[in-house]
């Protein structure tokens, strides 16, 4: 058999439990195979018992479908802060790998970000083609920063044309859009529509006042060193997540935003089961990021894949696009991790193909009948039409460069 036939991704869909508006039913008939999810009901830093774990991998795989990765299996602020019982979560953690082990579910994606899992302005933006979509602008988030969080020496992080833009657009908005504003910045983490309330932020925030980007980073050191020899035992991929967007937000600090952070993270502890999930989207709206050259680098330590793309400018301001069309090189980047999947197939490797969804679709008027017709909420960025047609785009692309090879 022709590598051409062998190699490719594994293509999944991020699914939210009994919230998700959508079955599994639906997921199989948009061509996805596998299913990335989590146990949202479970709070962050107890154990996953493997009765929890099988009784989710049992559902999956009733409608004719397996669980390929876990997103995520959080981790909890104290290990971030290295505070309290930080020590006793990391146990918790490493036993809820091996149970995920025994039950045959063995990739997992995390992440490291401080306080706020993503960030962005406004997630309902109407696009040109009448689609929804979520953006960020800098001096909107500057003028929440300065004017409804009132964070002290938030001025020091912003320049005086950002400063100027904020405080322009802050005296022209009324009382509605600030209350939007606010929801938007504090909303909860994927699979939950909860959020902070702006004291427990404030709380939040402070937890970190102490804590620069050496310190954060030291602490995922340490947190990799305990984790990563116990995944490797029972045969589990870590896929650490990039910061999104990657760059430093409130003062938090942020170390896993640029192709150095990535490297260094993976370096630390030199292991298969240490590795990333290449999220185009997240590295591709920092300026300052290649994501070309980071598969390009990367390539060998990539775990999990996120594919869709942004439009972003030289400020740091993007808006979500369509999966081929922004500032992602797309093209190029799954040329790039098709070349892996060959290279792993040829040196024998096990896990040689990669589980790729497609990540943030445009949210289209059908979509709203689906959350009426399913009086279910989609999270923002996981509509049904949106990533369908992104994971057409990209199976389509899959097979152009494949066999171009």
């Known amino acids: 058999m022709d590598f051409k036939d062998k190699i490719g991704f594994i293509y999944t869909w991020r699914h939210f439990g009994h919230n998700d508006p959508l079955t599994f039913e639906d997921i199989k008939a948009a061509g996805a195979s596998g299913i990335v999810t989590a146990l949202h009901h479970i709070p962050t830093g107890d154990v996953w018992q493997e009765d929890e774990i099988l009784k989710r991998k049992n559902e999956i795989e009733k409608a004719g479908l397996t669980w390929e ?6 981790v909890h602020e104290n290990i971030k ?3 309290n019982n930080y020590k006793q979560l990391i146990e918790n953690y490493k036993i809820s790998l091996i149970n995920l082990a025994k039950c045959g579910v063995k990739r997992v994606c995390y992440n490291f970000m401080p306080v706020l899992d993503w960030s962005r302005t406004n997630l309902e933006i109407r696009a040109e083609d009448g689609s929804i979509i979520s953006g960020f602008e800098t001096h909107v988030f500057a003028a929440f920063d300065l004017f409804i969080l009132k964070r002290k020496g ?6 005086e044309e950002t400063l100027k833009k904020a405080e322009e657009y802050f005296s022209k908005i009324d009382d509605a859009e600030k209350k939007r504003l606010l929801d938007t910045i504090l909303l909860g983490l994927p699979g939950s ?4 309330t702006l ?4 709380k ?3 937890e970190y006042k102490e804590i620069n980007e050496a310190a954060l980073l030291d602490n995922l050191k340490e947190f990799l060193k305990e984790t990563v020899p116990v ?8 896929a650490v997540h990039p910061d999104d967007p990657p760059r430093p937000l409130l003062g938090l600090p942020r170390v896993v935003s640029s192709c150095d952070n990535l490297l260094e993270i993976v370096n630390s502890v030199d292991s298969p089961s240490n590795g990333i999930t290449l999220c185009t989207g997240s590295l591709g709206s920092g300026v ?3 994501v070309t050259e980071i598969a390009s680098r990367l390539a060998r330590r990539v775990n999990f894949v996120h594919l869709r793309n942004v439009i972003v400018d030289k400020e740091g301001n993007f808006l979500e696009n369509h999966h081929l069309e922004g500032s992602v090189d797309m093209y190029n980047v799954v040329k790039i991790l098709l070349l892996e999947q060959k290279r792993r197939l040829e040196e024998g490797l096990e896990n040689y193909r990669m589980p790729m969804r497609p990540d943030h679709g445009k949210m289209t008027h059908f979509d709203k009948e689906i959350e009426k017709l399913r009086n279910k909420r989609f999270y923002p960025g996981y509509s049904y039409i949106g990533r369908l047609k992104g994971l057409s785009e990209l199976q389509g692309l899959e097979v152009g460069i494949k066999y171009s090879l």
């Open 288 to 290: 300052h990021n290649n």
């Open 69 to 74: 990765v876990v997103e995520s299996l959080p």
């Open 81 to 83: 802060k290295k505070k």
């Open 231 to 238: 995944a490797e035992e029972n045969g589990i991929l870590l």
């Open 193 to 196: 529509l909860e959020a902070y």
């Open 204 to 206: 939040a925030l402070d």
């Open 199 to 202: 004291d427990e932020f404030r």
């Open 154 to 159: 938030a001025e020091s992080d912003y320049s």
